[in-house]
């Protein structure tokens, strides 16, 4: 980025850590911490991270970490800020960097020390990630220091050398105002990777060209090693992995056993047992001519396909397992940069659909989410008190949804979205799984960070869609919103509280003070009335204080209550603490029954707006299938019959849509049609909807 550009990214940086400290209650820094490793975890630097905030005398401080090394393979990663509060960019030198990355070096080694460890207060998050490291001691193999700053490196500063601790390697990654301008302006999600195969991993790779003259991308096959494979995996970890493929891969857990008895007991034969990996670059260097050369160097690898053999191999190289007779087959596709963005996902998505992946592994495009941002773009919500303009909760499908919206627009209509679309109503797929998984009794997997509780909602979502769509209607996405004005209200009331210690609790306290909310009221034999929430667009008084009652039993029970953890943070995500949160005694304030709803009325409630659901679903789907044309459902009636899976029906419903328009579908037949479709997608089948349909 040039000085202009850093300039100006540092403001909107800067105004976005004041406009989210404000907005939540929370301190500058704290704001400024939560921004930076959001932006992390989707760089695929960590899967989840912790608010530590702590500084000690010679040296030593911490200000978070990047989750249990036992669920990372091994990596302890410690976070440590360098936030200023100057509205012009300022630099980071060498020695201030120096100095930094010896503050979370010393909490590290104090940390291994039990005479340290006993002078913390047990309850703080302190003594918790403290204690984390000298029980996961043995099981950790690498350490990263993060520096978060928003200052400007230094030009002057080229590399920061890779130590050792103890056995382990330490590395150091840098993060400053110019690093993650460059990372947020891609929109790629996906920092740029340059790999020199020739230089620091092993050699150049031979391949072999496989495209045609008349494609836009090209394409090589070729057989990797092992070894070489999980060097550079090593270097760069999920980073490499597209992100479809990143949450796959953490979906899915542990190594797969196949792949890695096949590792270890007859490496010779890894070629022909595995399917290999298929991979992206925006752009190779080859040693001699594209045509059977060798590739020296690449650019933005990405594994598209092949996550789990990947990291099977990097577990391998871990244990110190002898790879030198395992090899690997790869697809590479080279793309163009300004081409990447719209199909390395979907290069991901029909390479993962061959093998079965579930459709919860593509979670931007499942109907769910479009759904979601339909009803977001065309319910308005009531008009709050003294105020006459309606508004919209505009749902982020994908990521830059909103920022592209309003890029797209005039000076003067801009000012009118932002009107009708105010950012405080905004929220993304992450957030909602945080506002609703409280709800359904899961504030443990909240309080796990948002990839993994997306995770486990995505997991629920799949089911629950697979056996009744309409479930997810317009009162479905009222109540969401209604969840998002609740949770956003409990942050500030947490934040205002005097026994509030920062420092990263309240992501724990909310989500367990909502889930006693909703314990309360199931106990009472009712439930929270949302949808009187969506209606006033605001907390009625009594529910504030039930929040707030709710928000002080669940701190006891995290932070001060017996629990089977010393790390309070790693206890929060355990379901036996959600199982100790049900016993709390709360005493809730008085007209405390004013906020339920009576089970025979959600019941009501949820027949009627499932029957509108369907009624609704089936004129989409008529809309959809006549749109799509008549040539498009004779590709998929040929694709059909030539994998012999059309029944008598199917085959009849296909034929009136391929004589379109001499006769139209009935809705009735248009949702056997997108079923059917879908039916032939989960079978390999590449024809798609351009508007995927809520069946």
């Given at each position: 980025?040039?000085?202009?550009?850093?300039?100006?990214?540092?403001?909107?940086?800067?105004?976005?850590?004041?406009?989210?400290?404000?907005?939540?209650?929370?301190?500058?820094?704290?704001?400024?911490?939560?921004?930076?490793?959001?932006?992390?975890?989707?760089?695929?630097?960590?899967?989840?991270?912790?608010?530590?905030?702590?500084?000690?005398?010679?040296?030593?401080r911490?200000?978070?970490?990047?989750?249990?090394?036992?669920?990372?393979?091994?990596?302890?990663?410690?976070?440590?800020?360098?936030?200023?509060?100057?509205?012009?960019?300022?630099?980071?030198?060498?020695?201030?960097?120096?100095a930094?990355?010896?503050?979370?070096?010393?909490?590290?080694?104090?940390?291994?020390?039990?005479v340290?460890?006993?002078?913390?207060?047990?309850?703080s998050?302190?003594?918790?990630?403290?204690?984390?490291?000298?029980?996961?001691?043995?099981?950790?193999?690498?350490?990263?220091?993060?520096?978060?700053?928003?200052?400007?490196?230094?030009?002057?500063?080229?590399?920061?050398?890779?130590?050792?601790?103890?056995?382990?390697?330490?590395?150091?990654?840098?993060w400053?105002?110019?690093?993650?301008?460059?990372?947020?302006?891609?929109?790629?999600?996906?920092?740029?990777?340059?790999?020199?195969?020739?230089?620091?991993?092993?050699?150049?790779?031979?391949?072999?060209?496989?495209?045609?003259?008349?494609?836009?991308?090209?394409?090589?096959?070729?057989?990797?090693?092992?070894?070489?494979?999980?060097?550079?995996?090593?270097r760069?970890g999920?980073?490499?992995?597209?992100?479809?493929?990143?949450?796959?891969?953490?979906?899915?857990?542990?190594?797969?056993?196949?792949?890695?008895?096949?590792?270890?007991?007859?490496?010779?034969?890894?070629?022909?047992?595995?399917?290999?990996?298929?991979a992206?670059?925006?752009?190779?260097?080859?040693?001699?001519?594209?045509?059977?050369?060798?590739?020296?160097?690449?650019?933005?690898l990405?594994?598209?396909?092949?996550?789990?053999?990947?990291?099977?191999l990097?577990?391998?190289?871990?244990?110190?397992?002898?790879?030198?007779?395992?090899?690997?087959?790869?697809?590479?596709?080279?793309?163009?940069?300004?081409?990447?963005?719209?199909?390395?996902?979907?290069?991901?998505?029909?390479?993962?659909?061959?093998?079965?992946?579930?459709?919860?592994?593509?979670?931007?495009?499942?109907?769910?989410?479009?759904?979601?941002?339909?009803?977001?773009?065309?319910?308005?919500?009531?008009?709050?008190?003294?105020v006459?303009?309606?508004?919209?909760?505009?749902?982020?499908?994908?990521?830059?949804?909103?920022?592209?919206?309003?890029?797209?627009?005039?000076?003067?209509?801009?000012?009118?979205?932002?009107?009708?679309?105010?950012?405080?109503?905004?929220?993304?797929k992450?957030?909602?799984?945080?506002f609703?998984?409280?709800?359904?009794?899961?504030?443990?997997?909240?309080?796990?960070?948002?990839?993994?509780?997306?995770?486990?909602?995505?997991?629920?979502?799949?089911?629950?869609?697979?056996?009744?769509?309409?479930?997810?209607?317009?009162?479905?996405?009222?109540?969401?919103?209604?969840?998002?004005?609740?949770?956003?209200?409990?942050?500030?009331?947490?934040?205002?509280?005097?026994?509030?210690?920062?420092?990263?609790?309240?992501?724990?306290?909310?989500?367990?003070?909502i889930?006693?909310?909703?314990?309360?009221?199931?106990?009472?034999?009712?439930?929270?009335?949302?949808?009187?929430?969506?209606?006033?667009?605001?907390?009625?008084?009594?529910?504030?204080?039930?929040?707030?009652?709710?928000?002080?039993?669940?701190?006891?029970?995290?932070?001060?209550?017996d629990?089977?953890?010393?790390?309070?943070?790693?206890?929060?995500?355990?379901?036996?603490?959600a199982?100790?949160?049900?016993?709390?005694?709360?005493?809730?304030?008085?007209?405390?029954?004013?906020?339920?709803?009576?089970?025979?009325?959600?019941?009501?409630?949820?027949?009627?707006?499932?029957?509108?659901?369907?009624?609704?679903?089936?004129?989409?789907?008529?809309?959809?299938?006549?749109?799509?044309?008549?040539?498009?459902?004779?590709?998929?009636?040929?694709?059909?019959?030539?994998?012999?899976?059309?029944?008598?029906r199917?085959?009849?419903?296909?034929?009136?849509?391929?004589?379109?328009?001499?006769?139209?579908?009935?809705?009735?037949?248009?949702v056997?049609?997108?079923?059917?479709?879908?039916?032939?997608?989960?079978?390999?089948?590449?024809?798609?909807?351009?508007?995927?349909?809520?069946?």
């Amino acid at each position: 980025m040039v000085d202009e550009d850093i300039a100006e990214f540092h403001e909107e940086f800067f105004q976005s850590i004041h406009v989210l400290a404000d907005s939540d209650g929370q301190y500058a820094e704290d704001a400024f911490f939560e921004l930076y490793c959001e932006q992390l975890v989707d760089a695929g630097e960590f899967a989840s991270f912790e608010r530590v905030a702590w500084a000690g005398t010679r040296g030593a401080r911490i200000d978070g970490y990047g989750g249990d090394p036992a669920e990372a393979g091994g990596t302890l990663s410690l976070i440590v800020c360098d936030f200023h509060q100057d509205r012009s960019v300022t630099s980071l030198t060498g020695t201030e960097l120096e100095a930094a990355l010896k503050r979370p070096a010393n909490f590290l080694k104090r940390s291994l020390d039990p005479v340290f460890r006993s002078q913390l207060e047990e309850t703080s998050p302190a003594f918790g990630l403290a204690d984390m490291i000298a029980a996961r001691w043995e099981r950790v193999n690498r350490i990263r220091l993060y520096v978060l700053s928003n200052r400007h490196l230094s030009s002057r500063v080229d590399s920061v050398p890779v130590v050792e601790f103890e056995g382990r390697t330490v590395s150091a990654s840098v993060w400053d105002l110019g690093r993650l301008g460059r990372y947020m302006a891609s929109g790629r999600g996906v920092e740029d990777i340059e790999i020199d195969l020739e230089e620091d991993f092993g050699g150049a790779l031979s391949v072999l060209p496989a495209h045609v003259t008349e494609a836009n991308y090209e394409s090589y096959l070729a057989v990797i090693p092992g070894q070489q494979l999980a060097d550079i995996y090593d270097r760069y970890g999920t980073r490499l992995l597209e992100q479809n493929v990143r949450v796959f891969l953490q979906a899915r857990g542990k190594v797969n056993r196949k792949i890695r008895d096949t590792i270890e007991h007859a490496p010779e034969m890894f070629f022909a047992y595995n399917n290999g990996i298929t991979a992206t670059a925006e752009g190779v260097t080859f040693v001699t001519g594209r045509e059977g050369g060798r590739v020296a160097r690449l650019r933005n690898l990405q594994i598209v396909n092949g996550g789990q053999t990947t990291a099977s191999l990097h577990a391998a190289l871990l244990k110190k397992t002898n790879l030198s007779r395992v090899h690997v087959q790869m697809k590479l596709s080279i793309i163009d940069p300004e081409l990447a963005a719209e199909i390395v996902p979907k290069i991901s998505e029909y390479a993962n659909s061959q093998n079965k992946v579930s459709t919860t592994d593509f979670f931007s495009n499942h109907p769910f989410h479009i759904r979601i941002e339909q009803f977001s773009r065309r319910v308005l919500a009531p008009s709050a008190d003294g105020v006459f303009r309606q508004s919209r909760w505009f749902y982020e499908r994908a990521r830059g949804q909103y920022q592209n919206a309003r890029s797209l627009l005039t000076v003067s209509k801009r000012k009118a979205f932002d009107l009708e679309n105010p950012k405080h109503q905004k929220f993304d797929k992450s957030e909602l799984a945080k506002f609703a998984m409280p709800w359904e009794g899961f504030p443990h997997f909240v309080a796990r960070g948002a990839q993994k509780n997306f995770i486990e909602f995505a997991k629920r979502i799949e089911t629950s869609w697979n056996t009744a769509s309409e479930n997810f209607n317009e009162d479905y996405f009222k109540r969401v919103a209604a969840m998002a004005m609740i949770f956003r209200e409990t942050e500030k009331i947490v934040s205002a509280q005097p026994w509030y210690t920062g420092g990263g609790t309240r992501a724990k306290i909310v989500p367990y003070a909502i889930f006693l909310l909703s314990e309360g009221a199931r106990v009472q034999g009712g439930e929270i009335d949302l949808l009187r929430v969506w209606k006033l667009q605001s907390l009625p008084e009594v529910l504030a204080k039930s929040l707030l009652v709710a928000s002080e039993a669940a701190n006891q029970v995290i932070y001060f209550d017996d629990a089977e953890q010393a790390n309070r943070a790693e206890y929060a995500k355990n379901q036996i603490c959600a199982a100790r949160a049900v016993k709390a005694k709360v005493e809730w304030p008085d007209r405390f029954d004013d906020l339920l709803i009576s089970a025979d009325e959600v019941k009501e409630q949820t027949k009627t707006a499932r029957k509108d659901q369907k009624v609704l679903s089936s004129i989409e789907a008529q809309a959809a299938v006549v749109n799509a044309g008549a040539e498009f459902w004779r590709d998929v009636s040929v694709w059909g019959q030539k994998h012999r899976m059309l029944s008598p029906r199917d085959a009849g419903v296909l034929a009136v849509a391929s004589g379109m328009p001499m006769r139209l579908p009935s809705e009735k037949q248009s949702v056997l049609l997108v079923k059917l479709l879908e039916k032939f997608q989960a079978e390999g089948c590449n024809l798609h909807l351009d508007t995927p349909i809520m069946s």
